[in-house]
């Protein structure tokens, strides 16, 4: 059993930049691929970033460039360093463990945080 807490989401305005990180409980926290995806009002859960227990990162064109995953397994915890943020990034941000593979689609993630909201506007 994994439990995930995100925190350090909130307003930036266009070309700013937020920290999200993402706490984890469980002693084999290591063994996990970890993700992070978003969810805009209306739209469908969307891939952001994922991390495997290798620390190989893979990101979609959307956010590549701007957006950096890292985890630190001593503490439990993986990161989301978002540089550059726009209008449309704004969404729910969620944190999720895999305990197999290295996926890129939520329905393979086993545990999710409850998100945290990130707005970017002028």
């Known amino acids: 059993q994994v439990q995930l807490v995100e925190s350090g989401g909130g307003l930036v305005q266009p070309g700013g930049s937020l920290r999200l990180s993402c706490a984890a409980s469980g002693r084999t926290f290591g063994r996990y691929a970890m993700g992070w995806f978003r969810q805009a009002p209306g739209k469908e859960r969307e891939f952001v970033a994922a991390?495997?227990?290798?620390?190989?990162?893979y990101y979609p064109d959307s956010v590549k460039g701007r957006f950096t995953i890292s985890r630190d397994n001593a503490r439990n915890t993986v990161s989301l360093q978002m540089n550059s943020l726009k209008v449309e990034d704004t969404a729910v941000y969620y944190c999720?463990?895999?305990?197999?593979?290295?996926?890129?689609?939520?329905?393979?993630?086993?545990?999710w945080g409850q998100g945290t909201q990130v707005t970017v506007s002028s």
């Open positions: 991390i495997a227990w290798t620390s190989m990162t």
């Open positions: 999720a463990a895999a305990a197999t593979g290295f996926p890129v689609v939520a329905a393979r993630y086993d545990y």
